[in-house]
């Protein structure tokens, strides 16, 4: 027959909480929150537009080194993009008001 091990008193019982959730709550020990998924999407500093993209064509591309973006609607081209890091709930609310048909 195998031997089995003392049971301990847990530690919060010992230091004198009335539950696990208190003890957890005055150590500051909690759930990790679960992080959300961000999403990225780029403007065009000009018209607001998302319709952006990478420009290949050009010196700075030649040479290996800048980014330089291009804006299919209002044709601007330039570095300065503006860049928005939304929520999963977020992008739906943007999507629904840009009229994309959401899956």
Do not use: H
Not at 58 to 85: A, D, L, P
């Amino acid at each position: 027959m195998a031997k089995k091990g003392k049971l301990s008193t847990p530690t919060w019982i010992l230091e004198g909480y009335g539950s696990e959730a208190d003890y957890n709550k005055a150590k500051g020990i909690g759930k990790k929150k679960k992080q959300e998924k961000t999403f990225k999407i780029r403007e065009c500093p000009k018209c607001g537009s998302d319709d952006v993209g990478l420009v290949l064509s050009g010196s700075n591309s030649e040479e290996g080194g800048g980014k330089e973006w291009g804006c299919n609607k209002c044709n601007w081209k330039g570095e300065e993009i503006v860049e928005k890091e939304l929520t999963e709930n977020e992008l739906m609310k943007y999507l629904d008001e840009k009229g994309e048909e959401v899956l």
